[in-house]
């Protein structure tokens, strides 16, 4: 399919256009859309994405267009094909007003899909996010401050329990030998186990499953059955899709089944740290935001400039990723290289270049985050490139109310440690990791007057140093000061609207509408564009007669 292009032309008996420019507020997101399209992502913008030869697409900036929308709508692909059809604001912003002609524009909620798929394949899936953020840098809109969050997604898929798992991953190791080269495989696999045909349907075996006794046989069949179809794979080469399915089956035994000492398999009484709930969606984990809200499915992180409340970054990991994990990824602003156009599809214009230009790189003063970027490494990587830490950081604790760690005098410079009786001990530290330490108080706490409010351990009490002890002090320091306290206070909360505005839809916010945590973080990207485009229309952000960006 070769690169389709929207009609520059307009119309004079084009009513519908003349109706909304009108009553369309040029302050909305359709009217910025209608002024600005095809300078933001203009058809040849896109045109690494399709061949010099086929039938002419649908112009992909109108296409893009619909997409932002249907992001900021909250619709699914039908119904935002629907409201581009029959909606005279959505054909007002895509630049597509009068239906006369028979209407060579419109097209099916495939043609959104088909999209999605050539952005994932390109080398810059998140185009239009990277373009809009670009734009509102150029406005004066990003400021050298941001402000870090995450917020759940929730899968679009069932939790599986064990039995669930380990049946549906050997169904798909035999579907997966099934239409491999060698046809002997798959009966192999299905000789190999005890009752291969048990595994023809998706449904849970019909056992009495109030019975404890036949609920472990079950395991241990299906266990018995699992490991003979590993032991025919194994020391064998096989196309990668077989081999990711015996990994598959073989993180799921791992991860879920123990053996007894008297030779049968059962469910481990432990969960897993990354394990596997789903066969239909293998990325997706178990998450919790706090203590008392847990969940299945991914995080969305982002940034955002704290003054415009434009959205700087975002990625999505599984579940169980810390916030602090992508902390360095959400503020490396540098562009990436585009792809080199090939040879034989046409080259983009001036103003696709300029629309697509990222030379700058944005770079922050200080960062905002609660207590889940307040570690050690953050600390560091914000200290080593001269940002200031904004990031709380916890206290330390310790058990049946013990002095904490803090009560202690920790003196980095000397390797010694004071504790609240005034014993000072020195820090041994290993040879292999020399950046940790430990001081051990020993003997001394026998008689120390302290001793019931310090420890109860035999060998006194011991005080761990970490690799990044000074960093830690010195933030738990300085968040103590009350003019600290003030500037977190009016600072960092923006983030939380901001997700809030992000979670609210029912296609795309909370509730992942895709599934993989590639597909998961292009969608994401596509809702934090949307969300920026409107926030720059209700900032009055247009071009000026140089062509510059500005607002008003």
């Not at 809109?141 to 599986?160: F, N, Q």
């Not at 003063?365 to 050690?376: L, P």
Request: charged letters at 25%; proline letters at 5%; aromatic letters at 6%.
């Amino acid at each position: 399919m070769s690169l389709g292009t929207a009609t520059a032309e307009g119309d004079l008996f084009d009513v519908l256009t003349t109706f909304c420019d009108g009553h369309v507020s040029p302050d909305s997101i359709f009217g910025l859309l209608h002024r600005e399209k095809d300078t933001l992502f203009p058809d040849e913008f896109f045109a690494d994405l399709y061949r010099a030869k086929g039938r002419p697409s649908v112009p992909p900036s109108i296409v893009a267009t619909v997409m932002v929308l249907q992001k900021l709508m909250g619709l699914s692909d039908r119904e935002a094909v629907e409201h581009y059809t029959y909606d005279v604001r959505w054909r007002y912003a895509a630049g597509v007003g009068s239906y006369e002609g028979g209407d060579p524009d419109r097209f099916v909620h495939s043609v959104l899909v088909g999209m999605r798929a050539r952005l994932r394949e390109s080398s810059r899936p998140n185009r239009v996010f990277e373009v809009v953020r670009d734009v509102a840098g150029q406005a004066g809109l990003i400021g050298e401050k941001r402000v870090l969050d995450s917020t759940p997604l929730y899968d679009a898929v069932a939790t599986m329990d064990t039995v669930t798992l380990i049946r549906s991953t050997l169904r798909g190791l035999f579907l997966a030998t099934a239409e491999g080269p060698d046809m002997t495989l798959e009966p192999a696999l299905r000789g190999a186990c005890t009752s291969g045909d048990a595994y023809a349907s998706n449904a849970k075996p019909q056992i009495d499953w109030e019975d404890s006794g036949a609920r472990m046989d079950l395991i241990d069949q299906l266990a018995r059955d699992a490991r003979a179809c590993l032991l025919v794979l194994d020391g064998k080469e096989y196309p990668p899709r077989v081999q990711e399915a015996g990994k598959l089956l073989a993180a799921v035994m791992g991860q879920d089944l123990e053996e007894n000492q008297d030779g049968k398999f059962r469910i481990a009484r432990r969960v897993a740290r990354d394990r596997i709930i789903s066969t239909v969606d293998k990325d997706t984990r178990h998450g919790h935001k706090t203590t008392a809200h847990r969940f299945d499915g991914y995080k969305g992180h982002v940034a955002i400039d704290p003054d415009s409340e434009i959205i700087t970054a975002t990625t999505v990991t599984a579940g169980n990723a810390g916030d602090a994990s992508v902390a360095g990824q959400l503020l490396d602003e540098r562009p990436k290289e585009p792809e080199a156009t090939p040879p034989d599809t046409p080259a983009p214009v001036p103003g696709a270049a300029e629309a697509g230009s990222t030379t700058s790189t944005i770079s922050a003063t200080a960062v905002f985050g609660d207590s889940s970027y307040g570690t050690g490494p953050v600390l560091d990587m914000l200290g080593k490139a001269g940002v200031e830490a904004m990031t709380r950081v916890q206290p330390p604790h310790a058990r049946n109310g013990f002095f904490t760690k803090d009560a202690f005098v920790i003196e980095l410079d000397t390797d010694t440690v004071i504790c609240p009786d005034g014993v000072t001990v020195a820090v041994t530290r290993g040879e292999k990791h020399p950046e940790l330490g430990v001081a051990r108080f020993g003997a001394v706490c026998r008689g120390c007057p302290l001793r019931q409010w310090c420890t109860t351990s035999r060998e006194g009490r011991s005080i761990q140093i970490g690799a990044h002890e000074r960093q830690l002090a010195q933030a738990r320091e300085a968040q103590q000061d009350p003019a600290w306290k003030e500037r977190y206070r009016a600072t960092r909360p923006k983030v939380e609207r901001k997700l809030g505005h992000l979670m609210r839809r029912q296609h795309g916010g909370r509730r992942a509408r895709v599934r993989g945590q590639q597909r998961v973080e292009q969608d994401f990207a596509w809702l934090a564009a949307a969300f920026n485009l409107a926030r720059l229309a209700t900032l009055r952000v247009g071009r000026t007669e140089q062509g510059l960006w500005s607002y008003s």
